[in-house]
């Protein structure tokens, strides 16, 4: 699955979903995961994600999606409604393990089911499971995906293109072998799945100087970038070689031919720093045994330039739309 491009967007959903509600403070807007509601004297974040690009561990994946982008807006997740449909009304093992999947990662961030839908649909090949997370601000001031300011140092966790290289290893286990990729290097490509969740890094970097945040999520890093570039009104300056790339996802990488730059990798977070607070934000990410590089800054411009040794190139196109997953599943179909 990819996303529809910021042409069609603009032309087909944005002009439909002007509000004049003052109690919105954010509401539809490209870039921005999350919409900001006035609830009382309290501010309600919340955010909906489908996903259908894995089939293994499917509804565990989709709760920790959907809570990465109410983290990643420095608002801890709270509830979550739930959307669960199947290929057939035979089905019901399936449904069931989704659900116990659900549940299982609810558990693991402390989030409530308050609701939901399930059902079957003979129109989809594959289960599809739709999140919404919901959570209160509780005094804590939101941070946005355009807030980067000019001086910001540009921080990175865990490493680029995980959720991708993990779907490949579990999904698509089969065309792997083919390409030479043996039980142990599958194996390691599968735990990657286990550091999905961002939750414990985006609440710390909010707490300790975060101007903008955004969980990689399809488009990979590159495009994520390019947004919070975008939506900030600046340029992100970045070398390549401090990017981190694990040996496993570099493997695989290889394999299949794609680049981890544009490939989907929830359970990374790339933040902007502000320089006063980046001591701090490495601190605390330390502190909490979470793997991070310091890739760049933000300077004045627009868009993003990548430095690889001598020469820097700069991507300023906004490409939602394009996804190296998206691509695979293109490429070697699978069935759910």
């Known amino acids: 699955m990819s996303k529809f491009s910021l042409d069609v967007l603009q032309k087909c ?55 990465n982008d109410i983290a990643a807006s420095g608002i801890p997740p709270r509830w979550i409604l739930v959307l669960v449909l199947v290929p057939n009304q035979q089905d019901e093992e399936l449904l069931k393990q989704i659900m116990k999947d659900i549940s299982r990662a609810t558990k693991e961030i402390n989030v409530s089911i308050i609701g939901g839908h399930t059902g079957y649909s003979s129109g989809i090949s594959r289960p599809l499971v739709a999140v919404t997370a919901l959570g209160t601000a509780s005094g804590r001031n939101p941070v946005k995906t355009g807030g980067a300011s000019v001086g910001d140092f540009v921080l990175v966790t865990r490493g680029i293109a995980l959720e991708g290289t993990s779907i490949l290893a579990q999904d698509f286990a089969d065309i792997a072998r083919e390409k030479g990729i043996n039980e142990q290097e599958l194996a390691q490509g599968k735990e990657l799945m286990n550091a ?40 992100i300056e970045i070398d390549m070689a401090k990017i981190p790339v694990t040996q496993i996802v570099a493997r695989f990488a290889r394999a299949f031919q794609f680049d981890p730059l544009r490939m989907i990798s929830s359970g990374t977070i790339a933040a902007t720093v502000s320089p006063d607070h980046l001591k701090d934000a490495e601190n605390a990410l330390i502190d909490l045994g979470i793997p991070f590089a310091n890739i760049g800054r933000v300077t004045q411009g627009s868009g993003v330039g990548i430095r690889h040794e001598e020469e820097t190139i700069y991507y300023k196109d906004i490409l939602c739309e394009q996804d190296e997953l998206a691509r695979m599943w293109e490429l070697y179909p699978r069935k759910g």
Do not use: Q
């Open 13 to 67: 959903v944005f002009p439909f979903v002007k509000n004049t509600d003052t109690e919105v403070i954010l509401g539809s807007a490209f870039g921005e995961d999350v919409a900001l509601t006035r609830i009382g004297g309290d501010i309600l974040a919340s955010h909906v994600d489908p996903i259908v690009g894995a089939i293994e561990y499917l509804g565990w994946l989709a709760v920790h999606v959907a809570c």
């Open 196 to 235: 999905v969740s961002v939750v414990s890094e985006a609440m710390a970097l909010s707490e300790h100087g975060a101007t903008a945040m955004h969980d990689v999520t399809r488009g990979g890093l590159l495009e994520t970038l390019i947004e919070i570039a975008y939506l900030s009104k600046v340029c």
